[in-house]
Antibody
Framework: QVQLQESGPRLVKPSQTLSLTCTVS??????????WTWIRQHPGKGLEWIGY???????YYNPSLKSRVTISVDTSKNQFSLKLTSVTVADTAVYYC???????????WGQGTLVTVSS | QSGLTQPPSVSGSPGQSVTISCTGT?????????VSWYQQPPGTAPKLMIY???DRPSGVPDRFSGSKSGNTASLTISGLQAEDEAYYYC??????????FGGGTRLTVL
């Protein structure tokens, strides 16, 4: 059974870079066939797709965040990561990493981690 | 890309059926059979309930069904149970190879 776990700082200052890592267990990122995804949820609000990466490094991003987002993969550690630059309080959210089995079918999710942007 | 449109809330009594709509555009729901539905009880991560419009992952009860007509997809839950009370989100693949979510619908079991 694939499991995903987010890790990283829970508090980020405005204008700085939010960095999170997702560690995948129970399956290999480099085996292919899946897209490794970041999704966020503002407090009390709906889900927002941030983007995904294939093991080869191909990425697709939400157009509204594209200028600030980078998703990368480290197959040797079976991890993928999210960087979001120039954060503001509006980036405070629960960030989920997840596995997409194709065409936005997100079948495995991490538990989510709340990241707060505050000075 | 704009989000998909869902009703903010729906409700039903145990045993009844409810349907949640999800309206998009010809660039997402209307042009791809790649609509998914997720269930999210408060404080938990979302769970995939329906994918590719009407397919159910293993373990999801057949009380949950999905359909699509034009730019609108629908999730129907029959034989409502108290445990179905949660938020439900739709999502769709888009022609830009991205994903868009609906705003979410709160299901209340009366």
């Amino acid at each position: 059974q694939v499991q995903l776990q987010e890790s990283g700082p829970r508090l980020v200052k405005p204008s700085q870079t939010l960095s999170l890592t997702c560690t995948v267990s129970g399956g290999s990122i480099s085996s292919g066939g899946y897209y490794w995804t970041w999704i966020r949820q503002h407090p009390g609000k709906g889900l927002e797709w941030i983007g995904y990466i294939y093991y080869s490094g191909s990425t697709y991003y939400n157009p509204s965040l594209k200028s600030r987002v980078t998703i990368s993969v480290d197959t040797s550690k079976n991890q993928f990561s999210l960087k979001l630059t120039s954060v503001t309080v509006a980036d405070t959210a629960v960030y989920y990493c997840a596995r997409d089995s194709g065409y936005m079918t997100t079948d495995h999710w991490g538990q989510g981690t709340l990241v707060t942007v505050s000075s | 890309q704009s989000g998909l449109t869902q009703p903010p809330s729906v409700s039903g009594s145990p045993g009844q059926s409810v349907t949640i709509s999800c309206t998009g555009t010809s660039s997402d729901v209307g042009s791809h059979n790649r609509v998914s539905w997720y269930q999210q009880p408060p404080g938990t991560a979302p769970k995939l309930m329906i994918y590719e419009v009407s397919d159910r992952p293993s373990g999801v009860p057949d009380r949950f069904s999905g359909s699509k007509s034009g730019n609108t997809a629908s999730l129907t839950i029959s034989g409502l149970q108290a445990e179905d009370e949660a938020y439900y989100y739709c999502s769709s693949y888009t022609s830009s190879r991205t994903c868009v979510f609906g705003g979410g619908t709160r299901l209340t079991v009366l």
